[in-house]
Nanobody, 121 residues
Framework: QVQVVESGGGLVQAGGSLRLSCAAS????????MGWFRQAPGKERTVVAA?????????HYEDSVKGRFTISRDNANNTVYLQMNSLKPEDTAVYYC?????????????WGQGTQVTVSS
């Protein structure tokens, strides 16, 4: 069982920045694929950014956040981050961190409780 805890959400004005953090348990964190997802009211949950266990492959980003969001990981501290810059009102959503323990980024088995991000215009 992997425990996943997000933090760092909040209210920010358009154009501002936030950094989300996600701490995941497990001695093999460095082998996990990690993803950030978001879900706005009335919409489906979608992947925002994902990062594999290997530094050989570039992270994946949803088209709408490319150039504004950056996903990174700190394997020594079992943490993954989502730096969000130039935020827009349409980025408002609950953001979830998820873990694929197989490291492939194709099946996320463990999820955090979510953290609210609200961007005001």
């Amino acid at each position: 069982q992997v425990q996943v805890v997000e933090s760092g959400g909040g209210l920010v004005q358009a154009g501002g920045s936030l950094r989300l953090s996600c701490a995941a348990s497990g001695r093999t964190f460095s082998t996990y694929a990690m993803g950030w997802f978001r879900q706005a009211p009335g919409k489906e949950r979608t992947v925002v950014a994902a990062i594999g266990w290997s530094g050989n492959n570039p992270p994946h980003y949803e088209d709408s956040v490319k150039g504004r969001f950056t996903i990174s990981r700190d394997n020594a501290n079992n943490t993954v981050y989502l730096q969000m810059n130039s935020l827009k009102p349409e980025d408002t959503a609950v953001y979830y961190c998820a873990v694929d323990p197989r490291g492939l980024g194709t099946q996320y088995d463990y999820w955090g409780q979510g953290t609210q991000v609200t961007v005001s215009s």
